[in-house]
């Protein structure tokens, strides 16, 4: 059965334009959540040349945040990350559908990104997005013991817009408590 999860904290949620100002908050959370995180200056870059960067602000204040650069009809994923202590809330679900209706609007026919095979969360949700795997990238990222392939991920943002105008995210967050 699917049940809506906490429907006022969803809701208490919002999206806003990164900035360089929320650079240390995004750091942290980085930090904590990869073995190997973007500096800095990666995000910085990202904010300067005016890729699709979004934070995601809780009461609380920045809980995660998402980063897309568009181009030649597509966007690209780059990096979508929630603090760990505020995960499996539908956080990252919500972000992403929001960072996807935004390029879809702005234009982008597809939508491509890279994930690790460790990483099932991700997969889970990107599946659950529909999006679907095309491609490898070997030995794309770095790993504790070398390096780790890319599965290379993609969606058709026309056909996710239909399905999205008849199924609100809410109705696919499932209540894992
Ligand atoms: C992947 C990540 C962004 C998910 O964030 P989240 O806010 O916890 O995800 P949500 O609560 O929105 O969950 C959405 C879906 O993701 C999947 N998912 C999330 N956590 C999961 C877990 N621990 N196990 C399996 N699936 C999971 C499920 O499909 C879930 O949908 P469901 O609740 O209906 O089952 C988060 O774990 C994270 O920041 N990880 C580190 C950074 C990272 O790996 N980013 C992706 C790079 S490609």
Same mark, same amino acid.
């Given at each position: 059965?699917?049940?809506?999860?906490?429907?006022?904290?969803?809701?208490?949620?919002?999206?806003?334009?990164?900035?360089?100002?929320?650079?240390?908050?995004?750091?942290?959370?980085?930090?904590?959540?990869?073995?190997?995180?973007?500096?800095?200056?990666?995000?910085?870059?990202?904010?300067?040349?005016?890729?699709?960067?979004?934070?995601?602000?809780?009461?609380?204040?920045?809980?995660?945040?998402?980063?897309?650069?568009?181009?030649?009809?597509?966007?690209?994923?780059?990096?979508?990350?929630?603090?760990?202590?505020?995960?499996?809330?539908?956080?990252?679900?919500?972000?992403?559908?929001?960072?996807?209706?935004?390029?879809?609007?702005?234009?982008? #026919?597809? =939508?491509?990104?890279? +994930? /690790? %095979?460790?990483?099932?969360? *991700?997969?889970?949700?990107?599946?659950?997005? #529909?999006? =679907?795997?095309?491609? +490898? /990238? %070997?030995?794309?990222?770095? *790993?504790?013991?070398?390096?780790?392939?890319?599965?290379?991920?993609?969606?058709?943002?026309?056909?996710?817009?239909?399905?999205?105008?008849?199924?609100?995210?809410?109705?696919?967050?499932?209540?894992?408590?």
């Amino acid at each position: 059965m699917v049940i809506p999860v906490d429907v006022d904290r969803l809701m208490s949620i919002s999206h806003r334009r990164m900035v360089e100002d929320d650079l240390p908050a995004v750091l942290a959370i980085e930090q904590a959540a990869y073995p190997f995180p973007w500096s800095e200056g990666i995000f910085r870059d990202c904010v300067r040349v005016g890729y699709l960067c979004r934070v995601l602000v809780a009461p609380e204040g920045i809980v995660g945040y998402g980063l897309v650069s568009m181009g030649a009809g597509e966007m690209h994923v780059l990096n979508l990350c929630v603090h760990p202590t505020h995960r499996g809330q539908g956080l990252a679900r919500r972000l992403l559908i929001w960072l996807l209706d935004e390029a879809h609007q702005t234009g982008s #026919g597809y =939508a491509f990104l890279e +994930v /690790r %095979p460790s990483n099932p969360a *991700a997969i889970q949700l990107y599946d659950s997005l #529909g999006f =679907a795997p095309v491609g +490898v /990238r %070997p030995g794309y990222y770095q *790993a504790v013991d070398g390096r780790e392939d890319a599965l290379v991920y993609r969606l058709d943002l026309d056909i996710w817009a239909i399905v999205r105008a008849k199924a609100p995210f809410e109705r696919s967050v499932r209540n894992r408590q």
